[in-house]
């Protein structure tokens, strides 16, 4: 058999396997956010609210970046979990400091402001992009 068909045969499974951990972690990580944070992004969105769609968003991309890295730097699924389960729990505790200090961000978020969403985002991506070179090392 053809060496790249061989290894084809042979990593993907690997890949799906990787991949689908990382996807629930992003799902866990999701639910979490939703979970923590005091208001109801999905129900904002459904009436219209930008500002509640572009700080979902971030917190979404924010989650993803850091959990992309450690699915590229692995060497197996526990490797994933174990430094997965650090970026998330690292990334939730930076948002709710990051949204801490943005004063009154919920109302301000329900009000469709779109100046806090904009911070809260860049916060949410810049948090992400340091965890995840953190992890990369």
């Given at each position: 058999?053809?060496?790249?068909?061989?290894?084809?045969?042979?990593?993907?499974?690997?890949?799906?396997?990787?991949?689908?951990?990382?996807?629930?972690?992003?799902?866990?990580?999701?639910?979490?956010?939703?979970?923590?944070?005091?208001?109801?992004?999905?129900?904002?969105?459904?009436?219209?609210n930008?500002?509640?769609?572009?700080?979902?968003?971030?917190?979404?991309?924010?989650?993803?970046?850091?959990?992309?890295?450690?699915?590229?730097?692995s060497?197996?699924?526990?490797?994933?979990?174990?430094?997965?389960?650090?970026?998330?729990?690292?990334?939730?505790l930076?948002y709710?400091?990051?949204?801490?200090?943005?004063?009154?961000?919920?109302?301000?978020?329900?009000n469709?402001?779109?100046?806090?969403?904009?911070?809260?985002?860049?916060?949410k991506?810049?948090?992400?992009?340091?965890?995840?070179?953190?992890?990369?090392?």
């Amino acid at each position: 058999m053809d060496p790249v068909l061989q290894s084809l045969f042979a990593g993907f499974p690997i890949l799906i396997l990787h991949f689908a951990v990382t996807l629930a972690m992003l799902a866990v990580g999701i639910t979490i956010y939703h979970l923590i944070t005091p208001y109801h992004e999905l129900r904002l969105i459904r009436s219209g609210n930008v500002a509640a769609a572009t700080s979902i968003a971030g917190a979404i991309i924010g989650l993803a970046i850091p959990l992309a890295v450690c699915m590229a730097r692995s060497v197996s699924v526990w490797d994933i979990v174990v430094w997965g389960v650090v970026t998330l729990l690292i990334q939730l505790l930076a948002y709710r400091i990051g949204d801490a200090l943005v004063k009154d961000l919920p109302r301000r978020i329900e009000n469709g402001e779109m100046s806090a969403a904009i911070l809260v985002l860049a916060i949410k991506l810049a948090i992400a992009l340091i965890n995840a070179a953190a992890i990369a090392g």
